[in-house]
Nanobody, 115 residues
């Protein structure tokens, strides 16, 4: 059983930055991978970034060069640093992991980028 608690969303102007946090209830070293997804109004949920326990990362093409996913093992927390934000980045961002074959999701945090 894993609980994920997200924070850091908010309202920013285009070109600004936000850092999202996802705190896990278990040591993230026990988890193979964690990811950030987002869902914009009227669109399907999409994978934004993913990080493995070994530190490998993957990003959606739309955020490459602007977003960085990282983990702090001591704090059991995964971060998503978002720079150069664009209005199309607006959406609800969710933290996700699969632990012992079962999926877990955070509650979601709203990110709104104004033009």
């Amino acid at each position: 059983q894993v609980q994920l608690v997200e924070s850091g969303g908010g309202l920013v102007q285009a070109g600004g930055s936000l850092r999202l946090s996802c705190a896990a209830s278990v040591n993230i070293l026990r988890i193979n991978a964690m990811a950030w997804y987002r869902q914009a109004p009227g669109k399907q949920r999409e994978l934004v970034a993913r990080i493995t326990s070994g530190g490998s990362t993957n990003y959606a093409d739309s955020v490459k060069g602007r977003f960085t996913i990282s983990g702090d093992n001591a704090k059991n927390t995964v971060y998503l640093q978002m720079n150069s934000l664009k209005p199309e980045d607006t959406g609800v961002y969710y933290c996700n992991t699969v632990f012992q074959l079962y999926p877990y999701w955070g509650q979601g945090t709203q990110v709104t980028v104004s033009s």
